[in-house]
């Protein structure tokens, strides 16, 4: 079973930035989803990558704030958001697996395997 392993949440003050860092050691994975979850709230895609860190998908809400990379070569995958507001405030989310051939909010992958999570909180 391979655990995802998330890093880079904390608190910080609203418009600040933050970078998540996912970590898949050991594996060969194609397609890389960044979702999270809010208290009470249901749970949010916000990104994908895919295709070797060339294609990119991101949900509607996240576009122009949050930006997946993944680093040349290796299982790491990055979640930049800049502009932080309070409403981004929630346990942010990894999941890999095979990519599904197509995209929708926020996700284009099969989710074979996911993290713990790592908290992040805006004031």
């Known amino acids: 079973h391979v655990q995802l392993v998330e890093s880079g949440g904390g608190s910080v003050q609203a418009g600040g930035s933050l970078r998540l860092s996912c970590v898949a050691p050991?594996?060969?994975?194609?397609?890389f989803h960044w979702f999270r979850r809010a208290p009470g709230k249901e749970r949010e895609g916000l990104a994908a990558v895919y295709n070797g860190g060339f294609s990119t998908h991101y949900a509607d809400s996240v576009l122009g704030r949050f930006t997946i990379s993944q680093e040349n070569g290796k299982n790491i995958v990055y979640l930049q958001i800049d502009r932080l507001e309070p409403e981004d405030t929630a346990m942010y989310y990894c999941?890999?697996?095979?990519?599904?051939?197509?995209?929708?909010?926020?996700?284009?992958?099969?989710?074979?395997?996911w993290g713990q999570g790592t908290q992040v909180t805006v004031s």
């Open positions: 999941a890999a697996g095979k990519y599904l051939g197509w995209c929708i909010g926020g996700n284009c992958c099969r989710q074979d395997f």
């Open positions: 050991g594996y060969q994975i194609n397609c």
